[in-house]
């Protein structure tokens, strides 16, 4: 595939997918990242020793889940930190968090707890029903039972977007349920127009 242009070798653009699971972040970051040169592909949890710490915190369901998941994705974002602020170019990453924000919902100390991650510039919010992305998910947990995640979804479209604008980072939203090359075309509409059109009128 013909890789794009480089969104700038000298500085570091980090841009989030963000959205429940089903609406499509890790097959649409993963082509952008195979188009963009030069630029980072991270996915959340990132590293392997935590990733599996919480897959069985999720199984056994103990008393403080919720606090605890918080806690690991916050360890796993602290070890992905740097590599993230080290990279010159373009961050493109499958979730951030945000989901934390989202799925273990607005807690006192999930942000704390989270203080050390830097700020996407761009969230791009990939919204979908419940519905459609249980007909697309392969795999099945309380994290991707319909009521649950019609809870997340609606903190990304509340609560989750008036805290990206308060500090501000770019919010979009982008319409999921539709075709593949649609979803991927307004994305990279986004990126052409948002990312690299105001980064070179900022200079």
């Given at each position: 595939?013909?890789?794009i242009?480089n ?7 980090y841009?989030v997918f ?7 972040k890790?097959t649409?970051?993963?082509k952008?990242?195979e188009?963009i040169?030069?630029?980072l592909?991270v996915?959340e949890?990132?590293?392997?020793y935590i990733?599996?710490a919480?897959?069985?915190i ?15 994705f916050?360890?796993?974002?602290l ?8 990279h ?5 990453s ?16 999930n942000y704390?707890?989270n203080m050390?991650m830097?700020?996407p ?10 519905e459609?992305?249980e ?6 947990d309380k994290?991707?039972?319909?009521q649950?995640l ?7 479209q ?20 539709r075709d ?7 994305v ?16």
């Open positions: 595939m013909k890789k242009k969104y700038g070798e000298a500085e570091n653009i841009v963000e959205g429940i699971d089903g609406s499509g890790t649409i970051a993963k952008l990242h188009e040169e030069g630029s592909l996915k949890p990132h590293t392997v990733k599996n919480i897959e069985v999720k199984q056994i369901e103990p008393k403080y889940e919720e606090s605890i998941l918080s806690c690991l916050a360890a796993d974002r070890v992905l930190l740097e590599k993230i602020q080290r010159r170019g373009m961050v493109i499958d979730r951030s968090k945000f989901s934390s924000f989202a799925y273990q919902e607005y807690l006192g100390y704390e707890v050390c830097k700020n510039d761009v969230i791009i919010y990939l919204d979908i029903s419940p459609i992305a007909e697309r998910y392969e795999g099945y994290f991707e039972d319909k649950f019609e809870i997340v979804r609606r903190n990304y509340t609560e989750i977007m008036r805290i990206a604008i308060d500090e501000r980072i770019k919010w979009f939203e982008v319409d999921a349920s593949f090359d649609v979803v991927y075309n307004e990279k509409n986004i990126i052409d127009k948002e990312v690299n059109y105001g980064r070179t009128n900022a200079n």
